[in-house]
């Protein structure tokens, strides 16, 4: 089992970037496939990105493809999303997750969710 805890979100302008952290709890932390997902106001939670127990394999949605970069550091028990170039459509909450077995984009098959961090992109 893991708690997750998501922190970094704000407030930022077009173009800018944000690097939103998650930090996980207990000494499993690299145990699990870890995803970042966002959900917007009105819309149904969406995939980000996903990474794999080691690191060492990603996995991105195409509308951040490019542009955001995740990343984990296992010593920390952290995870790490970074966003540059961000786009207005990019507001959402964004969430972190964990799972068992193999990263993917499916958000069913995550077992342990944060509570999310605001992040805003104003025009």
């Known amino acids: 089992q893991v708690q997750l805890v998501e922190s970094g979100g704000g407030l930022v302008q077009a173009g800018g970037s944000l690097r939103p952290s998650c930090t996980g709890s207990?000494?499993?932390?690299?145990?699990?496939?870890m995803g970042w997902f966002r959900q917007a106001p009105g819309k149904e939670r969406e995939f980000v990105a996903a990474?794999?127990?080691?690191?060492?394999?990603?996995y991105y949605a195409d509308s951040v493809k490019g542009r955001f970069t995740i990343s984990r550091d296992n010593a920390k028990n952290t995870m790490y999303l970074q966003m540059n170039s961000l786009k207005p459509e990019d507001t959402a909450v964004y969430y972190c997750?964990?799972?068992?077995?193999?990263?993917?984009?499916?958000?069913?098959?995550?077992?342990?969710w944060g509570q999310g961090t605001q992040v805003t992109v104003s025009s």
């Open positions: 997750a964990a799972k068992w077995g193999r990263y993917g984009s499916d958000y069913g098959s995550y077992e342990y």
């Open positions: 990474i794999s127990q080691t690191g060492g394999s990603t």
């Open positions: 207990g000494r499993t932390f690299g145990s699990f496939a």
